[in-house]
């Protein structure tokens, strides 16, 4: 007894199949998450070593190099890049996606333990740390108002910062324009030069002055009392008193050589938001969860308990969030499924021109759809683009399966007196090909397991989300549907014609087309060799269409990197950041909200900065956010002394998101500078290759001390205490920790530090005094003088050489941009340098090659499906001619529509290689069917292809018009959602078309061929 028997026969049994699915898709979808893309966990690490005072070519040399070398013996390490500041040397390692971070991470602390005794005496330890690439915040607020910056600063960290951070889902909230209160003390060279006081007696005045010690415990008798030694100023006004040093009977005081205030940390950061000075708030969520629901409840504390509590004149505006883009994609998504999901009952209803055959069929819908949910949730996943874009694709996949069924069982009750026996013997007749056609499809998805890079983990949920609902419609079909229809779809509804013209044009087709396939039969090889010639003229458009990773996406926001020369200082940098916005100020119809900063990430560079735009929704505004980045480039092209570069949002977080980056990396780093100059220089002559940022600081100003070390030995100075002096009253030096009493729970820096405008030219620096052997003060400038020099600001390498590093938005396609990068650099770059890709640019390379792989594999593995099926060698090949015919519409579509070859539309093309065969399954099915019963193939083909004709165009047409909307959507994320859609239905309506006169012709030719052999 086969399935379809069972359930027609015990329909309770059909109905709680269905049950258990929607039970469980349903709980599903209550606890599932939503997110932008899938989670990407990319194992990251890195090794931070810091030597104060160290230049970046002795970071390079000394700690660098070795720490590189150490760790690139580790297994599964995809690329290693460095950079060596002043003071710090930051490595940071990124390994295969598959690679496990805690063994890693394991592995490389190793390494750099052995390493330890070859690293300089005096580093801090080297630290091993997780690079959280999903870490960048997924909203940043701004806190603005007739407030000083410490005012703002305070209330952001003790009170805004904390409030948030108590939010369940918020990991961490990151400061922007950040600079913490601290006690200054303001030193007057001057006067300390009169009173004989230098650098050194400020530190040994703070060490004994200023000080905490244990005092222990009083005891006696029963009880007992603490000694407190706080020996420390808790007032500024007391701090003013600190004796710095005792001379001729009279006590210095800190107040007689130095202005304290109560200010802030050095001005190296700042923020500004909706172009007024702010305090940026950014909210990191914890790994994997879900972003729509933190962000919402993040504004549900501000709505209900921060802002009401605001002290007047303070004001909290959201200036970025990532959970709108999200949630009009998913609503797009939505709609797009409830569309297709009336679309495709509609095609159904036309074709069958029964409601209950309506009903029948689009009940596969929801409980396919429910059973890929309820898997989603097992599985981990989110609703995402990814996901959501294959439930899709489902709605026209699993009602296919149903309609076979449901149109056999519909003409053999035509034939049959009891309703039940003809569900029997209809269902019984397909299930063959009902099953043949969903392994076929579900064969299509097995390579994706194989796929490496990012593309790989993108397609991994979404194949599993379409394999799951095939096998789920798979079932359905062979239980649901017939049972359905040996109980409520009776001969009445047969026999009924509500549209006696949708018929009469049924009929009619299916005459002509019998009249077309005698004429196709007749000339065989003619019709094959024409079909051959439009195969051939896929070549063309596969040239002529445009490639790239991703197409650009209109979410309503990018950000704009800008960067002044090398040597600016942070009035200059900011003075450009505010021409810069007053560029952006002219966009301000299409603009939400702006949020600026300077100084900001690891690096810290008073010379490059930073601004989000979050633009006003789609449906709000005249121009795209293409237009709009192209309007805006030109027009900060135009700006003298800094360069910005508008940029769309990175798909890995974190990260830039210019579509084109790529590193020259080779021995040496002068080389690489002048190579990378030249190349740069000829990039920028070629039209379309964009504003292009190359990355490399090797041209800082620098003041070389150079000391006369026998004179300054002669007065007893060593070299330490002339680098200490300097860097002291230079640089600044944090000299001990201030808390007010009774305080705010709190620790404060004393920093000391040369008053404002000390040092203007290097004739400044002969204000420095030291103390000598003898106790009397010299001034430095009897043994030492400084030179000019350009020097590294940061030493940049990559796969353990030095690196040049480029980034570019190019208006050409990305597979051009890079086709002129390797053509330029062929005839200008040495054998031993070479170019390293980086980003959707590396991804781009590996994408072609993945696709090529999955359509091989695939290709043999629906082979072997149907092959085993078939229990034909030879059959499986007549059945697969319907992929070179989809191809071709898929990728004429593409160029037509003006959507390039990316990674969705990559994917829409693999899918029609299982989704086209069924079409075929059907035809060769039946034709089979009939030769088994005696009749010739010519006969058995006239007989079989009419009749699968109706079944073959619903089920086309069902798919077609499910991935309409999609195709052709305006939503959000239709720049992604339609390009895979295209594809698709550009190769269903050619390979449908095609199928029915191809693969009769090819049948019948090849059946001759074999008994020609066989004689």
């Not at 002043?86 to 490595?91: H, L």
């Not at 409980?367 to 898997?375: H, P």
């Not at 993108?458 to 394999?467: C, D, G, I, M, P």
């Not at 796969?799 to 050409?812: C, G, H, K, V």
């Amino acid at each position: 007894m086969t399935l379809p028997e069972i359930s027609i026969r015990r329909h309770v049994f059909a109905w709680m199949i269905s049950f258990i699915f929607i039970l469980f898709g349903y709980i599903g979808y209550q606890k599932i998450g939503v997110d932008r893309f899938p989670m990407i966990e990319f194992p990251v690490l890195s090794v931070t070593t810091t030597l104060e005072g160290a230049n970046p070519e002795i970071i390079d040399s000394s700690i660098t190099n070795l720490i590189e070398t150490a760790v690139n013996t580790v297994t599964g390490i995809e690329s290693i890049k460095s950079q060596s500041s002043p003071g710090v040397s930051v490595v940071t390692i990124t390994f295969e996606l598959d690679k496990d971070i805690e063994v890693a991470f394991n592995e490389v602390q190793s390494k750099v333990s052995q390493l330890s005794r070859r690293l300089p005496d005096d580093i801090v330890p080297p630290v091993v740390r997780k690079v959280e690439t999903n870490a960048s915040p997924i909203m940043w607020l701004g806190l603005t108002g007739d407030r000083t910056t410490q005012q703002l600063n305070l209330y952001a960290s003790n009170i805004l910062k904390k409030k948030i951070e108590t939010i369940d889902g918020v990991g961490e909230v990151r400061l922007g324009g950040r600079r913490d209160r601290t006690i200054r003390v303001n030193l007057d060279l001057e006067k300390m030069a009169s009173l004989n006081v230098t650098a050194d007696d400020l530190k040994s005045a703070f060490r004994k002055e200023h000080i905490q010690l244990p005092g222990g415990y009083l005891v006696r008798n029963q009880s007992e009392k603490m000694f407190k030694l706080d020996l420390e100023f808790h007032k500024v006004k007391d701090l003013e008193n600190l004796v710095v040093s005792y001379r001729d009977k009279t006590s210095i005081k800190l107040k007689d050589i130095s202005d304290i205030e109560d200010g802030l940390t050095d001005y190296r950061q700042i923020a500004r938001y909706n172009f007024n000075p702010s305090i940026g708030l950014g909210i990191i969520k914890v790994a994997n969860s879900n972003t729509v629901q933190i962000i919402d409840k993040v504004k549900e504390k501000i709505d209900t308990e921060i802002r009401p509590n605001l002290p007047p004149g303070l004001n909290l505006g959201i200036s970025t969030d990532d959970s709108i883009f999200i949630k009009e994609m998913i609503k797009s998504l939505i709609d797009h499924i409830i569309e297709g999901t009336l679309l495709a009952a509609l095609v159904v209803f036309i074709f069958l021109q029964s409601i209950r055959s309506t009903f029948i069929i689009s009940a596969a819908i929801p409980i396919s759809l429910f059973g890929a949910i309820a898997v989603m949730y097992f599985f981990g996943y989110t609703f995402n683009s990814m996901t959501l874009l294959a439930l899709i694709l489902l709605i026209g996949v699993v009602v296919d399966d149903a309609i076979v069924v449901l149109e056999n069982i519909f003409r053999h009750q035509r034939m049959e007196k009891n309703n039940i026996e003809a569900a029997i013997k209809g269902s019984r007749e397909v299930v063959f090909a009902v099953l043949a056609s969903s392994l076929a499809l579900i064969s299509i998805f097995a390579p994706v397991i194989y796929m490496d890079g990012i593309i790989g983990k993108f397609f991994e949920s979404f194949a599993v989300v379409v394999t799951v609902g095939i096998i789920v419609s798979l079932l359905v079909s062979l239980t649901l549907t017939p049972m359905l229809c040996s109980r409520y779809l009776n001969k009445q509804d047969a026999k009924k014609n509500y549209f006696t013209f949708l018929n009469s044009f049924f009929e009619k087709l299916e005459q002509n087309y019998k009249h077309s396939l005698q004429y196709v039969l007749k000339h065989r090889l003619k019709i094959l060799l024409i079909t051959l010639l439009i195969v051939l003229s896929s070549g063309y458009f596969f040239k002529a269409a445009k490639k790239e990773f991703v197409p650009e996406t209109d979410e309503s926001r990018f950000t704009v990197t800008f960067k002044t020369p090398l040597g600016s200082n942070m009035d200059y940098t900011v003075s450009k950041l505010i021409e810069v916005e007053s560029i952006i100020q002219k966009y301000d119809s299409d603009i939400a909200s702006v949020f600026s900063s300077v100084g900001l990430g690891s690096r810290g560079q008073v010379n490059r900065g930073y601004i989000s735009i979050r633009l006003k929704e789609k449906g709000e505004r005249e121009r795209s956010q293409t237009v709009i980045m192209g309007l805006l480039k030109k027009d900060l092209a135009s700006l003298s002394g800094v360069r910005a570069f508008p940029a769309g949002v990175s798909i890995a977080r974190g990260n830039r998101s210019e579509k084109l980056q790529f590193s020259l990396i080779g021995p040496g780093i002068e080389n690489v500078s002048s190579l990378a100059d030249q190349l740069n220089e000829k990039l920028s002559l070629i039209d379309g290759m964009g504003n292009i940022d190359l990355d490399l600081q090797l041209n800082l100003p620098q003041m070389i001390l150079d000391i006369d070390r026998d004179k300054a030995a002669s007065f007893g100075i060593s070299a330490e205490q002339i680098a200490d002096s300097i860097s002291i009253l230079s640089n600044g030096y944090d000299i001990a920790k201030y808390n007010d009493d009774p305080g705010d729970g709190q620790r404060y820096e004393i920093r000391v530090k040369a008053k404002e405008g000390s040092f203007e030219n290097i004739q400044d620096l002969n204000k420095i005094y030291v103390r000598s052997k003898s106790g009397e003060l010299v001034r430095i400038d009897n043994f030492t003088k400084f030179k000019e020099k350009l020097g590294p600001a940061i030493i940049g390498r990559e796969e353990l050489q030095y690196a040049a590093n480029f980034y570019t938005n190019p208006s050409i396609p990305l597979g051009e941009a890079i086709d002129n990068i390797e053509n330029i650099s062929n005839q200008i770059i040495p054998s031993e340098y070479s170019i390293k890709y980086s980003g959707q640019a590396k991804e781009f390379g590996k994408t072609f090659s993945n696709i090529i792989f999955i359509f091989s594999l695939a290709t043999i593995l629906l082979y072997m499906v149907l092959s085993s099926l078939f229990n034909s060698f030879f059959q499986p090949f007549i059945v697969m001619l319907a992929q070179p015919l989809a191809i071709i519409g898929g990728v004429f579509l593409l160029w037509l529509t003006g959507n390039s070859l990316n990674i969705y539309s990559m994917i829409g093309l693999v899918l029609l290689v299982g989704l086209v065969a069924k079409n075929s399954i059907l035809l060769v099915d039946l034709t089979n069917h009939h030769i088994q019963e005696g009749k010739k193939v010519d006969e058995a083909l006239i007989l079989a292809c009419p009749v699968r004709l109706r079944p073959v165009l619903m089920t086309s047409l069902t798919l077609i018009l499910a991935l309409l909307p999609a195709a052709f959507g305006v939503g959000a994320g239709s720049e992604e959602n339609g390009p895979l859609s295209v594809a698709i239905i550009g190769g269903m309506i050619s390979s449908t078309l095609l199928t029915l006169i191809v693969i009769p012709a090819s049948y019948s030719l090849s059946s001759e061929l074999i008994r020609k052999i066989k004689t």
